[in-house]
Structures are given as structure tokens and as C-alpha cells.
């Protein structure tokens, strides 16, 4: 049973940069892929990001892109959201997940452990 803890949110104004953490414990965390998603207010759950186990392959919601930077270091059982150029339209409940697949397009299908979340803040 793999346990994720993110953290690292908060609040910035616009313009300006977070980076969140998700630190694993309890598997191997080097098998699993990891995805990022957020909950806005009133609205749905949404894919953010993702990694496959190697880190070699990295995957990005549209409007993220350019703007977010997903990486990981399986020595420290990490993975990171680098969030650049933040928006207003960006604040959000942010989850990390770890599963054994990536499949485009439904990616929360494929994962099998979630986070708690992190609150990310992004005032105008």
C-alpha cells in the first residue's frame, strides 16, 4: 500500500511560482507513475500532469503547458510540480496519484493510490 503526501501549496498572487511536492512511503515507489490533478471550486476533478516511472515521459493539460514542469527523484520517493506563471484560473485542490498505467485521456483510470491534496491559492 502506497501512502502519498503532497505539499508545497499555498498562496501567490498572479505572475508568480509554487513548487508542490508528493513524497511516497510504504511501495516501491519507482514502479508507479504519477499524475497530478486539481479540483477548482465547484467544478470537476481534472488531469494536470503526468510521469511515467522512468521520468523518461512526461504528459501536460493543455493549458499547463510551458507553464508546469513535472519531475521526480525515485532515490527520494518524490515527485514535484514546478508551477511557473500562475493564474487565477489555476487555484485549485492539487492531488498526486501513483498507479501502474497512463492511459490518454482517462488517466485517473489508472491510478490506483491519491493524495490528500494540497490547496493552491492564486490571487489576482
Known amino acids: 500500500q502506497v501512502q502519498l503526501v503532497e505539499s508545497g501549496g499555498g498562496l501567490v498572487q498572479a505572475g508568480g511560482s509554487l513548487r508542490l511536492s508528493c513524497v511516497a512511503s510504504g511501495g516501491t515507489f519507482s514502479n508507479y507513475h504519477v499524475a497530478w490533478f486539481r479540483r477548482a471550486p465547484g467544478k470537476e476533478r481534472e488531469f494536470v500532469s503526468a510521469?511515467?516511472?522512468?521520468?523518461?515521459?512526461?504528459y501536460y493539460k493543455d493549458s499547463v503547458k510551458g507553464r508546469f514542469t513535472i519531475s521526480r527523484d525515485n532515490a527520494k520517493n518524490t515527485v514535484y510540480l514546478q508551477m511557473n506563471s500562475l493564474k487565477p484560473e489555476d487555484t485549485a485542490v492539487y492531488y498526486c496519484a501513483a498507479g501502474g498505467r497512463i492511459v490518454p485521456g482517462q488517466v485517473a483510470s489508472g491510478m490506483d493510490y491519491w493524495g490528500k491534496g494540497t490547496l493552491v491559492t492564486v490571487s489576482s
Open positions: 510521469i511515467r516511472w522512468s521520468g523518461g515521459f512526461t
